[in-house]
């Protein structure tokens, strides 16, 4: 046998790469010094170096989520992943879930669970909806609600659920909010709770925070069957990161060691500002934005201040014009991004994400010039 | 509600990594030039530069399988991942598969068949042992074979399956050995073959070439039933990856974007040095490494040279010492990793992986020297 395909051209070329400013919902620019701790050496995932990462790892995590779950740690994925892991080790064919549905994080969790052979109910509130508790106090297996949508950027107002009441598990998806909004795994009862990297935390996307809670942890040891990711599988998962009572580690799989760096350096940022202080940034600068933008014309999609994202902002998509066209002229002319909806809320929305180290008020000046330009310079119909 | 976790104390300290030759079964070190690109800006996974790069990345992932399969790409994740990507695409529930094993992943590919339902056959060689064609070439649906075993560094004999003929699919898990050691995937009519990031790519750890066949797809995209991970659904994948006819990709999953940078970066380097240079060098290194073990009088532990691993060698553990105190007296005063065995492998050898860039006759040498040192300086029972 001999080669057939030659070594491909395009690799001639040298990688190059634009800097950006990434305010969209993510991923968000990566600070200088969460990009050189992803730059330091290889070395081996079950290195005592390596666990010792991994368990600085869990205390920020536990800090960051406000829980003292022994069974925190970080998934080798993005938040998608996450999303799988709480699902497929929580669920097993024929249980019931309910997911509240109101953007495309909902709808991808009815996809999941029932893709594995659970029953699923729904409730579903329009884009830019929410529901409370009472929508949510039904009868119920497992409720997954997220903490917040992106897609829509609401608040979720039904925190306390008081899940054991119904011998129910509570999962929150908190992928775009937590770090930047205040949120209490523990006190708020929260059984499964997970976010990615590469939001609030300005760590590259490839690593997803999780926690699961003693009730949690009941469930999932005592299932009647194995779930059926053996990569997401959390008797393996929480040997490998430490968090079980067993006396050594298994190889499992690879861990991405060096986004395990950059994860703990984001980690750091974090608690080296204190969750108190981000949460009172990020508020105070989205409300400053919020203001810029009413005082411009603008529209704010989800009505009711209180539910509003401090860390994603939705904006009804200005009347006349072609969305696509304005997040368009936004990155070409100011190398800024900016986005459209997701699912639901597509054609509806303009999607601005100030997350991290990039929620400051310069850069909500800088958004809000780039959005005053693109009105003047887009095409605007004249209906 | 107040903050109930403090900030961890063990985030104030800076993160420290050492410098250490990888010279286990993987990861690899990783070379400057892959890391500084892995450390380039963030930008989104949606924006055209991503997709050139994503369009690269299946270039070089093409050159490097010998392939011109449409659906080529990276999976998020690591080798695992892509095993069950593979493994969750191709099978149904109620499907036959036949996994050949001959160590720990063999055993893995089983229980993820297993898992998700499908009928398991199994033909077991002893650690170090292999299959022929004529072992494999019965009733079939799904064949997994092994292209090597990292845990006993053989490799697989029975690369020309024909499965046509049995109208079943060839997988190959090729994880620890390709790009070090001959595969053409088109002529050897492979239907999946994966590997990872960590290994000859030398980039770290977190992202993993696969490849599916006209006939895999044929298989996949005709499923009665969707595929149990919405993560890992090649529908979708090969959409994101820009594998199909799809006049535009739909959000998927965040893709780790800077894990792209250094996986482009890797192919880079391989395609520079040609596939068949890389080969011949993996290939003569072994060689001299093997001789170097067998003049201090140890033995290697696949007899039949045409079968053992240019990448990974695997050497019987020296008689009457204790494996753990070698691999540890090794690390701790040079600085320098190898292993033991792994699965059914554990006890019988020690591993040493020479992979990519490490594939050099300097880095034999060291390897041999603080070999001799240890079973100098180790204890040596009186047997």
Same mark, same amino acid.
């Given at each position: 046998?001999?080669?057939?395909?030659?070594?491909?051209?395009?690799?001639?070329?040298?990688?190059?790469?634009?800097?950006?400013?990434?305010?969209?919902?993510?991923?968000?620019?990566?600070?200088?010094?969460?990009?050189?701790?992803?730059?330091?050496?290889?070395?081996?995932?079950?290195?005592?170096?390596?666990?010792?990462?991994?368990?600085?790892?869990?205390?920020?995590?536990?800090?960051?989520?406000?829980?003292? @779950?022994?069974?925190?740690?970080?998934?080798?994925?993005?938040?998608?992943?996450?999303?799988?892991?709480?699902?497929?080790?929580?669920?097993?064919?024929? /249980?019931?879930?309910?997911?509240?549905?109101?953007?495309?994080?909902? $709808?991808?969790?009815?996809? #999941?669970?029932?893709?594995?052979?659970?029953?699923?109910?729904?409730?579903?509130?329009?884009?830019?909806?929410?529901?409370? @508790?009472?929508?949510? !106090?039904?009868?119920?297996?497992?409720?997954?609600?997220?903490?917040c949508?992106a897609?829509?950027g609401v608040m979720?107002?039904?925190?306390?659920? *008081?899940?054991?009441?119904?011998?129910?598990?509570?999962?929150?998806?908190?992928?775009a909010s937590?770090?930047g909004a205040?949120?209490?795994?523990?006190?708020?009862?929260?059984? #499964?709770?997970?976010?990615?990297?590469?939001?609030?935390?300005?760590?590259?996307?490839?690593?997803?925070?999780?926690?699961? =809670?003693?009730?949690?942890?009941?469930?999932?040891?005592?299932?009647?069957?194995?779930?059926?990711?053996?990569?997401?599988?959390?008797?393996?998962?929480?040997? *490998?990161?430490?968090?079980?009572?067993?006396?050594?580690?298994?190889?499992?799989?690879?861990?991405?060691?060096?986004?395990?760096?950059?994860?703990?350096?984001?980690?750091?940022?974090?608690? !080296?500002?204190?969750? $108190?202080?981000?949460?009172?940034?990020?508020?105070?600068?989205a409300?400053?934005?919020?203001?810029?933008?009413?005082?411009?014309?603008?529209?704010?999609?989800v009505? !009711?201040? =209180?539910t509003r994202l401090p860390t994603v902002t939705t904006?009804?998509?200005?009347?006349?014009? /072609?969305?696509?066209?304005?997040?368009? *002229?936004?990155?070409?002319?100011?190398?800024? $991004?900016?986005?459209?909806?997701?699912?639901?809320?597509?054609?509806?929305?303009?999607?601005?994400?100030?997350?991290?180290?990039?929620?400051?008020?310069? @850069?909500?000046?800088?958004?809000?010039?780039?959005?005053?330009?693109?009105?003047?310079?887009?095409?605007?119909?004249?209906?």
């Amino acid at each position: 046998m001999s080669l057939s395909v030659p070594p491909p051209g395009c690799l001639q070329k040298p990688l190059v790469v634009p800097h950006r400013h990434m305010f969209g919902p993510g991923p968000s620019n990566v600070p200088p010094r969460i990009l050189e701790a992803g730059a330091k050496p290889v070395i081996g995932h079950m290195h005592p170096e390596t666990f010792q990462i991994m368990s600085d790892i869990k205390s920020g995590i536990q800090y960051m989520f406000q829980t003292r @779950n022994k069974v925190t740690f970080a998934v080798s994925g993005t938040g998608h992943t996450a999303m799988e892991c709480a699902i497929f080790n929580a669920v097993e064919p024929g /249980d019931c879930v309910l997911t509240a549905v109101n953007g495309i994080w909902g $709808e991808r969790a009815t996809e #999941i669970a029932e893709r594995i052979g659970a029953r699923v109910n729904t409730i579903v509130a329009p884009p830019g909806g929410y529901f409370t @508790n009472e929508d949510i !106090e039904k009868v119920l297996m497992i409720s997954f609600q997220p903490h917040c949508y992106a897609t829509t950027g609401v608040m979720a107002r039904c925190l306390l659920i *008081y899940a054991c009441r119904y011998n129910s598990l509570f999962l929150v998806d908190a992928v775009a909010s937590i770090g930047g909004a205040p949120l209490y795994m523990d006190q708020q009862e929260i059984d #499964i709770l997970y976010t990615g990297s590469q939001k609030v935390l300005n760590a590259p996307p490839g690593t997803a925070p999780i926690s699961f =809670s003693e009730r949690a942890c009941q469930k999932v040891f005592n299932r009647k069957t194995k779930p059926l990711s053996f990569f997401l599988d959390l008797s393996w998962l929480a040997n *490998y990161w430490g968090c079980d009572d067993k006396p050594s580690r298994i190889y499992h799989h690879t861990g991405p060691v060096t986004a395990y760096y950059s994860l703990r350096e984001s980690l750091t940022v974090l608690s !080296e500002e204190g969750l $108190e202080n981000s949460w009172k940034r990020h508020q105070d600068v989205a409300e400053y934005f919020h203001q810029g933008l009413e005082s411009m014309g603008l529209k704010l999609f989800v009505k !009711e201040k =209180s539910t509003r994202l401090p860390t994603v902002t939705t904006i009804v998509a200005p009347h006349g014009y /072609d969305w696509k066209e304005i997040t368009a *002229y936004i990155m070409k002319t100011h190398n800024l $991004e900016i986005s459209g909806g997701l699912g639901p809320s597509v054609g509806l929305v303009l999607r601005v994400g100030l997350m991290g180290g990039n929620s400051s008020k310069a @850069n909500v000046d800088m958004v809000l010039a780039a959005m005053r330009d693109a009105l003047k310079h887009c095409h605007k119909s004249k209906v």
